[in-house]
């Protein structure tokens, strides 16, 4: 099994549509549920206005999972940087989050010249946690009740890693 990652294509947007209307991933994320695909050109649209880069893993040729990284453009900031992921379930514990995570750090600092990688993940994503901690992100604070998810809120842990320059 092979993961490849590239950059993100504008075909691209059923297979998003695809990953986040799955019941496995959209409760962990920050998305509403049921995107269509219209949804995700127009998502698309505006990330790329906003310079945003988004990349794709697959194997055999299947979306598996993405990464978007959201690029800082205040001049006092913009050697920060946070990202979202996203992991097809059937491929999860294969390696497919932390691939696209140090292929999102690798151009973070190598590319773009980022200092601080940030990202947010609900406080019972347990294998998120330990994935990002096992990575050198550490927990910077707690957003308390910050995300609805299914009728309730929840806590948001805000955690960060600071990059070699």
């Given at each position: 099994?092979?993961?490849?990652?590239?950059?993100?294509?504008?075909?691209?947007?059923?297979?998003?549509?695809?990953?986040?209307?799955?019941?496995?991933?959209?409760?962990?994320?920050?998305?509403?549920?049921?995107?269509?695909?219209?949804?995700?050109?127009?998502?698309?649209?505006?990330?790329?206005?906003?310079?945003?880069?988004?990349f794709?893993?697959?194997?055999?040729?299947?979306?598996?999972?993405?990464?978007?990284?959201?690029?800082?453009?205040?001049?006092?900031?913009?050697?920060?940087?946070?990202?979202?992921?996203?992991?097809?379930?059937?491929?999860?514990?294969?390696?497919?989050?932390?691939?696209?995570?140090?292929?999102?750090?690798?151009?973070?600092?190598?590319?773009?010249?980022?200092?601080?990688?940030?990202?947010?993940?609900?406080?019972?994503?347990?294998?998120?946690?330990?994935?990002?901690?096992?990575?050198?992100?550490?927990?910077?604070?707690?957003r308390?009740?910050?995300?609805?998810?299914?009728?309730?809120?929840?806590?948001?842990?805000?955690?960060?890693?600071?990059?070699?320059?």
């Amino acid at each position: 099994m092979e993961i490849t990652v590239r950059g993100r294509e504008p075909s691209d947007a059923a297979a998003y549509q695809r990953l986040y209307s799955h019941p496995d991933v959209y409760p962990w994320t920050l998305q509403l549920p049921y995107p269509s695909v219209a949804t995700w050109e127009k998502k698309f649209l505006k990330m790329d206005a906003e310079g945003f880069i988004a990349f794709v893993a697959e194997i055999d040729g299947k979306m598996v999972g993405e990464l978007t990284l959201f690029v800082e453009n205040r001049p006092r900031t913009r050697h920060c940087i946070s990202f979202g992921i996203g992991v097809d379930p059937a491929f999860a514990g294969r390696g497919v989050g932390e691939r696209l995570i140090r292929t999102g750090i690798d151009y973070a600092q190598n590319w773009l010249g980022v200092t601080r990688i940030e990202l947010e993940v609900f406080h019972d994503n347990h294998r998120a946690l330990r994935l990002y901690e096992r990575l050198g992100f550490e927990r910077e604070g707690v957003r308390r009740q910050a995300s609805l998810r299914d009728g309730k809120r929840h806590d948001v842990v805000m955690m960060a890693k600071l990059l070699d320059s």
